[in-house]
């Protein structure tokens, strides 16, 4: 679920290039909980909403644990 493409050297630099697309590099560590690499490629995170909105269209899956922490699963 969610293969990588060779240009991206892990799954969790790969996280860390989709945050700063959105989120300022100074916060891109402070913003990303947790990279999940083995069942699955994805990653949860502290984001605002407009920082939510950007992101959205390129996840398969969203899920809310609270009204900042989303969970993020890329698509294949």
């Given amino acids: 679920m969610g293969n990588l493409d060779e240009k991206h050297e892990s799954p969790s630099s790969h996280h ?5 697309e959105v ?13 999940y690499t083995r ?4 990653f949860a995170a502290y984001l605002t909403s407009q920082e939510q909105e950007k ?15 989303m969970l993020f699963i890329l698509k294949n």
């Fill in 55 to 69: 992101l959205a269209g390129k996840f398969s899956f969203l899920l809310h644990f609270s009204q900042n922490l």
């Fill in 16 to 20: 860390f290039n989709i945050l700063h």
């Fill in 23 to 35: 989120v300022d590099i100074s916060l891109v560590r402070q913003s990303l909980v947790r990279s």
């Fill in 39 to 42: 069942s699955f490629n994805g």
